[in-house]
């Protein structure tokens, strides 16, 4: 979690960087794509880890942004910067809930008494299951085996049964 705060520091930089220089505006299909538009929508990316809230809120098309995810490797390595970094955030934010709890007011008669602090134990439990997959991971039986030989003998019984009742059925 110390790399978030130098993948942040580095993300606002390049923000920076994007809205001070002129960054080539991008055409695909007359979508334009100039570096203020992706300043915004990097920067609303990163806060709420939404690509379509986002994108509409800095007025970029979703397939625009797609496109240049595909289609440009500066832009592709940009966005996969600020994926990365909203991910973070929502780690952190579930680390906190689960293990630091969030205070929740408590009323009493409806007049505020007090706050008590809740843990989300469900994130506490997926923060394990993925930091420890070892010992909290899902557990898979893969031992399990198939007789194939056995299956062929039963199946060719199972069929001469069927064919020698028929054949009982038509002699009656």
Same mark, same amino acid.
């Given at each position: 979690?110390?790399?978030? @705060?130098?993948?942040?520091? /580095?993300?606002?930089? #390049? !923000?920076?960087?994007?809205?001070?220089?002129? *960054?080539?505006?991008?055409?695909?299909? @007359?979508?334009?794509?100039? &570096?203020?538009? #992706?300043? %915004?929508?990097?920067?609303? $990316?990163?806060?709420? =880890?939404?690509? +379509?809230?986002? /994108?509409?809120?800095?007025?970029?098309?979703? =397939?625009?942004? $797609?496109? *240049?995810?595909?289609?440009?490797?500066?832009?592709?390595?940009?966005?996969?910067?600020?994926?990365?970094?909203?991910?973070?955030?929502?780690?952190?934010?579930?680390?906190?809930?689960?293990?630091? =709890?969030? !205070?929740?007011?408590?009323?009493?008669? @409806?007049?505020?008494? &007090?706050?008590?602090?809740? *843990?989300?134990? +469900?994130?506490?439990?997926? #923060?394990?299951?993925?930091?420890?997959?070892?010992?909290? &991971?899902?557990?898979?039986? %893969?031992?399990?085996?198939?007789?194939?030989?056995?299956?062929?003998?039963?199946?060719?019984?199972? #069929?001469?049964? %069927?064919? =020698?009742?028929?054949?009982?059925?038509?002699?009656?």
């Amino acid at each position: 979690m110390e790399n978030q @705060g130098k993948d942040k520091s /580095a993300l606002e930089r #390049l !923000l920076q960087v994007l809205q001070d220089k002129e *960054y080539p505006v991008k055409r695909w299909k @007359g979508r334009a794509l100039t &570096g203020r538009k #992706l300043a %915004i929508f990097l920067d609303l $990316y990163v806060q709420t =880890g939404n690509l +379509s809230k986002a /994108a509409k809120k800095a007025k970029i098309d979703r =397939g625009t942004l $797609y496109f *240049y995810v595909k289609h440009d490797p500066e832009f592709a390595a940009i966005f996969d910067a600020a994926r990365a970094i909203a991910l973070l955030e929502l780690e952190t934010e579930a680390f906190r809930r689960a293990v630091h =709890g969030v !205070l929740e007011p408590v009323y009493q008669r @409806g007049e505020l008494a &007090g706050h008590i602090r809740k *843990y989300d134990s +469900s994130l506490l439990m997926f #923060l394990m299951k993925n930091l420890m997959k070892d010992r909290f &991971g899902e557990k898979v039986d %893969i031992t399990q085996h198939h007789d194939f030989v056995n299956a062929r003998e039963e199946v060719e019984k199972a #069929l001469k049964r %069927i064919v =020698g009742r028929r054949r009982n059925e038509d002699d009656e």
